[in-house]
């Protein structure tokens, strides 16, 4: 009798040491905001009118994802992240409602090498996006430049990434990107080179990220269209710097991005002269944009922080000797009800000259209008 009960207590403790190993957890948010947008195209002739919505991920994309952890022993262990995104307003899928995992969908080991992660993953600009606006006001500033120079976050499929280990406040990240074009390897293929350096208040990080046609635009996971006919030339080179610095109660930051892609075509628009119209000319469209931004977040308390920030993006297109300009201004305030719940308000300003004015938040273009102000007021929830 003492042997068996001895028995079971030694199985019990292996069963207890096993799960303590490994580990998953379910997380997500739900981010939902009412947004006010002025000017917007109405699609009918060229008449504009202001638009109220209820949208899902002002900031933050709303998500549930699952990740998860095992000790293989030796410092070694297994981990996995799958996240999909949802449209909180209506419950919907975000995005493709084939692509359940669409945000990020990886496996890989981790230890003291590093992390290798392969599958549908973002590059480090995702990371070094912590030092700038997308940080505070997300996809309120995509619109701007944040959205094309991947700092919002864009995704790579078929990719194996690896990032290492903070090494005296450095963190370095090179990712990528399979191609999977039989007979010819750089169709569709993708890579990148990141770096981060941390040290008490200051923050700085750099990315380089380089993608190649691939016969739809989704097989370079990556930024701009696919001219036909080009598969395996590059299709787009973006760098970002960033940098940040806590001074007491306020984080100042600024950056520099910079998108080059390759030509865009009459056929690719569709249009016999398809840049020399005003709203042909977006920011997708153009050859080569230059991105800066200035901003700050100053902690008036524990909870609650002022925002504010400026970016300025120029932008060349094929055929067209102005280059194209789009300013927006942002001021906003966000305060934590808790750890894990804080409600926001954000006012914002887009202006655009010799270019298309690609609106703040709504999806809907101002057409030729070169300013439209947005004001947003929502509430997010972590769990």
Same mark, same amino acid.
């Given at each position: ?5 001895? @028995?079971?207590?030694?199985? %019990? ?9 490994? /580990? ?21 002739? #060229? ?17 549930? %994802? ?17 996240? +999909? ?39 480090? #600009? ?18 701007? %430049?944040?959205?094309? /120079? ?55 990080? @750099? ?16 930024? %701009? ?39 865009? +075509? ?9 840049? +020399? ?18 901003? +700050? @977040?100053? @902690? ?32 906003? #305030? ?35 209008? /070169? ?13």
């Amino acid at each position: 009798m003492k042997k068996s009960l001895l @028995a079971l207590a030694v199985l %019990g403790a292996f069963a207890g040491a096993a799960q303590a190993q490994s /580990s998953v957890t379910i997380y997500g948010i739900v981010d939902t905001g009412v947004v006010y947008s002025s000017k917007v195209a109405t699609g009918v002739g #060229a008449n504009t009118g202001s638009k109220f919505e209820l949208k899902s991920g002002v900031v933050q994309g709303s998500r549930i %994802g699952f990740k998860g952890v095992e000790d293989l022993g030796g410092g070694l262990s297994a981990v996995f992240n799958l996240e +999909t995104g949802f449209a909180n307003d209506t419950g919907a899928l975000d995005g493709d409602a084939n692509n359940l995992f669409r945000r990020k969908s990886v496996v890989g080991l981790a230890g003291g090498f590093g992390t290798v992660l392969l599958g549908r993953q973002t590059d480090f #600009a995702d990371t070094i996006s912590a030092y700038t606006s997308v940080a505070d006001f997300g996809g309120v500033v995509s619109n701007a %430049g944040s959205g094309l /120079s991947r700092l919002q976050g864009t995704r790579t499929n078929n990719s194996v990434a690896y990032t290492t280990t903070n090494l005296g406040g450095f963190t370095g990240n090179l990712i990528y990107g399979f191609g999977e074009t039989a007979g010819k390897t750089t169709a569709g293929q993708s890579f990148g080179l990141g770096a981060k350096y941390e040290n008490g208040p200051l923050g700085l990080g @750099a990315n380089y990220y380089q993608s190649k046609a691939g016969a739809t635009p989704a097989d370079t996971g990556a930024t %701009g269209l696919n001219i036909a006919g080009q598969e395996g030339n590059t299709n787009a080179k973006i760098w970002n710097l960033v940098a940040s610095y806590q001074f007491g109660p306020a984080r100042v930051y600024g950056n520099w991005s910079r998108v080059k892609q390759s030509l865009r +075509t009459q056929t690719l628009l569709g249009a016999a002269t398809p840049l +020399t119209t005003l709203t042909n000319r977006t920011l997708n469209n153009s050859n080569k944009a230059n991105m800066y931004e200035l901003g +700050t @977040a100053f @902690a008036l308390s524990p909870s609650l922080k002022l925002l504010a920030s400026v970016q300025h993006t120029r932008a060349d297109f094929d055929g067209v000797s102005n280059k194209g300009k789009l300013t927006q201004y942002n001021i906003g #305030a966000d305060y934590w009800l808790s750890k894990r719940t804080d409600v926001y308000a954000f006012l914002s300003n887009l202006r655009a000259k010799d270019m298309a004015n690609p609106g703040v938040i709504s999806t809907n273009a101002v057409g030729s209008d /070169s300013s439209q102000t947005a004001l947003a007021v929502g509430i997010r929830h972590k769990f």
